[in-house]
């Protein structure tokens, strides 16, 4: 067996929801001891970082059930099964705020809990928007306000721990990098 390498031995279904599947799998470790793995299966996700010409961007706040508060985060969606990454991040963008745009680069994937989740999260700047003569086409059960704020402002929101979510900080700061 090969360093840090798992083989799975088993893998059992023990939840199938609505948008994520449980796993308890049994691997044989790199000394040949076997241990047990719960795993968390998810489709994965997209997440858009809008920046206006002027260098505000545009985040959405929502309610975040788990959390039990409200976050205020990139717009993002699950991706659908096979759904090719920037074709889910253009109609996030467009769903979520009311905006498309015109130039659009990816600036990497995350694993947001890589110890127990498979959830690949796909990030994306987006440049040049233009806000789209609708305004927006949330889902049923979907609520959620639209802020358009400095960049810096977010920076400095994510260094004083007030914007919380994983994604969001990486897409601030890897774009504060790259802009």
Known sequence: MNHLYE??????????GLILKVCHDTVRLEDNSV????VVLHSGGVGVLPVTDDGNVILVKQFRY???EVVLEIPAGKLEP??????????????????FSHKIRELG????????????IHIFLAEKIKSLPRRQGLDKDEFL???????????????AGEIKDA?????????????
């Open 7 to 16: 083989e799975t031995l088993n893998s059992e279904l023990k939840y199938d």
């Open 35 to 38: 241990a047990g793995r719960d």
């Open 66 to 68: 788990p959390q039990r």
């Open 82 to 99: 096979g759904e090719n990454p920037l074709e889910c991040g253009k109609r996030e963008l467009a769903e979520e705020t009311g905006y």
């Open 109 to 120: 994937m995350i694993f947001p809990t890589p110890a127990f989740c498979s959830e690949i």
């Open 145 to 159: 306000d639209v802020i358009e704020m400095p960049f810096e402002e977010a920076l400095r929101q994510v260094v």
């Open 167 to 179: 994604k969001t900080q990486i897409a601030l700061l890897k774009a504060k990098l790259i802009l």
